[in-house]
């Protein structure tokens, strides 16, 4: 689509649908998965359009539940997609589990997920975290989104309160999302949500540059060129495993990623 045109779309979309995203939030969880297996359209995508990717580095406490979910959830039909740079036996439980396995140096999260993000071919790829904070039975409500036209699907971990969230996370995921709704003019609620669906080619047609502030990146982008970006509740669990982001080096990391990618786009 012509960017113009997306640009006039855009901002009475996000809106309302951030609104309806919080509003709908009930309605849609539950049935959406039914939607997405049986009543979806001939030219809908299916999980077999589906690929879901992640970054993993020393995740052999989580990775084996998230593939299972993953599997279970999608019946089996969703590519998966591991980039890995870990020293423990997670790329070993990722090919046990039938995912692709690209090996890579540990450079941080962003270049294993932009790595992740650009492998497969498949139509919509979804990313998550592999230490199972977030929701794959939500896979569905993702893809049925997607189906419903929305270039990129948004998991949003603090419209039910993330109690699971290390108090001083949550303090600074919401103050990004301050920060990042006054600089771009439209009103987001989580910036630094591992969990999105995108249509590939939203990834494909920007260039992506952060690495700590990727996830902020992937969301601030589509949206200030036009493109059709829904935010949509998810929960969030208790993390297995050890974080791989400290807290204070990282929050600066996408603070200022936040910043840079906002005046970029916004004098772009
Ligand atoms: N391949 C690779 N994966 C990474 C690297 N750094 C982080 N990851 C993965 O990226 C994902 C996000 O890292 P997390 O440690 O969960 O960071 P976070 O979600 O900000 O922090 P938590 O609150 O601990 O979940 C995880 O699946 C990590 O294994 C890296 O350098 N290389
Ligand atoms: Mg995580």
Redesign the pocket.
């Known amino acids: 689509m012509n960017e113009t045109a997306r640009d006039a779309d855009v901002t009475a979309d996000l809106d309302a649908d951030a609104n309806g995203a919080a509003a709908g939030s009930d309605a849609a969880s539950g049935t959406a998965g039914a939607e997405a297996s049986t009543d979806a359209d001939a030219d809908d995508y299916g999980f077999e359009d589906l690929s879901v990717v ?4 020393n ?1 052999e406490a989580a990775i084996g539940t998230v593939l299972t979910d993953i599997d279970r959830v999608t019946d089996g039909r969703a590519e998966v997609v591991c ?3 870990s020293s423990d036996r997670t790329p070993e439980i990722a090919r046990e589990h039938g995912a692709r396995v690209i090996e ?1 140096e ?4 962003g270049v ?1 997920v932009r790595e992740a993000l650009l492998a497969p071919d498949r139509p919509v790829v979804v990313t998550t ?3 199972d ?1 977030y929701p794959m039975e939500q896979l569905p409500e993702f893809l049925s989104l997607i189906n419903e036209g929305h270039d990129v699907v948004s998991g949003d971990r603090l419209y039910h309160g993330a109690e699971t969230m290390p108090a001083f ?1 949550r303090f600074g995921n919401r103050a990004f999302a301050l920060v990042a709704s006054v600089l771009m003019g439209r009103r987001v609620h989580d910036t630094t949500t ?1 969990m999105r669906a995108y249509r590939r080619e939203v990834v494909e047609s920007i260039r992506w540059r952060e690495n700590t502030g990727l996830s902020a990146e992937l969301l601030i982008r589509p949206l200030m060129r036009g493109y059709d970006v829904r935010e949509h509740p998810i929960e969030y669990a208790e ?1 297995l495993g050890e ?3 400290d807290p204070i080096e ?1 929050g600066l990391a996408i603070g200022k990623s936040i910043v840079s990618v906002c005046l970029e786009e916004r004098f772009r």
């Open positions: 992640m970054g993993t580095y995740e980039v890995d740079g890579q540990p450079q941080g999260y294993a975290d592999c230490d904070t996370n591992g993390r974080t791989k982001l990282g």
